[in-house]
């Protein structure tokens, strides 16, 4: 059983075009963090999300944390080809514990 | 300053053997935790050090275990390999045990494992 249900897994979009990936749990978070990784490489923090119905921008790129802090979202808005990716979810259930839970990662591919 | 590093970045080893993984944490962090991330499962948990006593354990068998020294260096071993445990193994750290805003976790690049 998958604790953090990340969608839509694959997504292939064309350039300038608007996406949101969905992080989804029953489990609360103290904290819900973003990742992209690139291939062969480890995740690269995006951004941490710690208050419910916090939003946080990074140009492009907004991250809303649910208000039961039960889900997030990341939008792009006019996507481009260097957004291409595997972007990752991950809660931490406890503040004191370095316990992440990772959702499945959302393959994203933007199209010149 | 330097990131996570983790070796060896590839190896291959056959069924039954044993293997050991390295991970040095950027100079300062004293949390280091591990996770296993394979195409099915996607990034699960191992286990997570600080200070070099393990204060979380993932759900995996006895056969993966692992330590961390004085110096906040890691290993992580896994004996008695079988198929199912090729895999990225990913090594994190970070300045503190605290998860949320100020307290960023680092990934390595990842050791890779094949297992034949």
């Known amino acids: 059983t998958q604790l953090l249900e990340q969608s839509p897994q694959f997504l292939s979009i064309q350039e300038g075009e608007n996406l949101t990936v969905y992080c989804n749990s029953s489990s609360v978070f103290s904290s819900l963090q973003w990742y992209r990784q690139e291939p062969g490489e480890g995740p690269v923090l995006l951004v941490t999300v710690v208050t419910g119905g916090e939003v946080k921008k990074l140009k492009r790129l907004t991250f809303q944390f649910g208000d039961a802090r039960k889900d997030s979202s990341l939008h792009i808005t006019a996507a481009q080809p260097g957004d291409t990716g595997l972007y990752l979810c991950?809660?931490?259930?406890?503040?004191?514990?370095?316990?992440?839970?990772f959702g499945q990662g959302t393959r994203l591919t933007i199209n010149p | 300053k330097a990131g996570v590093t983790q070796t060896p970045r590839y190896l291959i080893k056959t069924r039954g053997q044993q293997v050991t993984l390295s991970c040095s944490p950027i100079?300062?962090?004293?949390?280091v935790s591990w996770y296993q991330q394979t195409p099915g499962q996607g990034l699960q948990f191992l286990f997570e050090?600080?200070?070099?006593?393990?204060?979380n354990k993932g759900n995996f068998p006895g056969r993966f275990s692992g330590r961390q020294f004085s110096n906040s260096r890691s290993e992580m071993n896994v004996s008695t390999l079988e198929l199912g445990d090729s895999a990225l193994y990913l090594c994190?750290?970070?300045?503190?045990?605290?998860?949320?805003?100020?307290?960023?976790?680092?990934f390595g690049e990842g050791s890779w494992l094949t297992v034949v």
């Open positions: 994190a750290s970070s300045f503190s045990q605290q998860v949320g805003s100020g307290n960023t976790i680092y």
């Open positions: 100079s300062g962090h004293r949390s």
């Open positions: 050090y600080f200070s070099e006593t393990q204060r």
């Open positions: 991950a809660g931490a259930l406890s503040q004191g514990a370095q316990k992440l839970v």
